[in-house]
């Protein structure tokens, strides 16, 4: 996972490839550091192949934060989140 910052102070975090139960905790972690900074914090998911539930409920506890801002979402991802009632993280 790679996390970066752009000029104007937003930390970005743009995980890819799956986020599995085998990942879980490396991804809990890079969102805890993601959320720890000041600032707008973005969660590109653009190049995520695949999530499971272990990685969406990290996903769904860093929502709470109302700090996070979720992108990428197209695709097989975006439409499986949204089949799982996830709205709020798929712009329609």
Do not use: K, W, Y
């Not at 879980?24 to 653009?46: C, H, I, K, Y």
């Not at 990428?72 to 993280?89: F, K, T």
């Amino acid at each position: 996972m790679t996390m970066s910052s752009t000029q104007s102070a937003e930390s970005v975090l743009t995980p890819s490839g799956d986020l599995t139960i085998f990942e879980a905790m490396d991804f809990r972690n890079d969102v805890v550091t993601l959320l720890s900074q000041e600032g707008p914090v973005t969660m590109d998911l653009s190049r995520v192949t695949q999530m499971d539930c272990s990685c969406l409920q990290v996903l769904l506890a860093a929502r709470r934060a109302n700090r996070l801002t979720v992108t990428g979402l197209g695709g097989s991802l975006g439409a499986r989140l949204h089949r799982l009632g996830c709205h709020d993280l798929v712009p329609r």
